[in-house]
């Protein structure tokens, strides 16, 4: 079972398109709660050398919580049967190497769920931390 959510996180992950363009990879995934990696890159920052951009550590806690709602909803999965209604970073530390983004449902009702992420470096030091609300979505007919 715990494979299963795995690749299908993961398939979900490659389907999505942002996150692809980002670099975005799925390393683990259970219940509730996802770890997801992102290779830093020039790209990703303000200029060559300089450290990563907030906006990718803002991205990083929306699709954990993301994420991590869609192994809870199958009207979730994949982002397109939720939508984000809240977001709030924290930055604590610029980073060194590739981050890792953890993220979890702290609780879930019918229509709204709340999250929270953890970003750390390759060195494992913590250099951000966020919250993200969401509501579900009900399918259209």
């Not at 984000?84 to 709204?112: C, H, M």
């Amino acid at each position: 079972m715990a494979d299963d959510l795995l690749a299908a996180v993961r398939a979900r992950g490659q389907a999505n398109l942002f996150w692809r363009h980002l670099g975005i990879a799925v390393e683990d995934a259970r219940e509730g709660w996802v770890r997801l990696r992102l290779p830093v890159r020039d790209e990703l920052r303000n200029a060559a050398g300089a450290p990563v951009h907030g906006g990718v550590y803002s991205t990083l806690v929306d699709a954990a919580v993301g994420a991590a709602l869609g192994t809870l909803h199958a009207a979730s999965e994949g982002g397109v049967g939720q939508t984000t209604l809240d977001l709030n970073v924290s930055f604590l530390a610029p980073a060194g190497g590739d981050l890792f983004a953890e993220g979890r449902i702290i609780r879930k009702g019918r229509l709204i769920a709340f999250g929270e992420t953890t970003i750390t470096d390759a060195a494992g030091r913590l250099v951000a931390v966020g919250r993200a609300t969401y509501m579900i979505l009900s399918p259209r007919s």
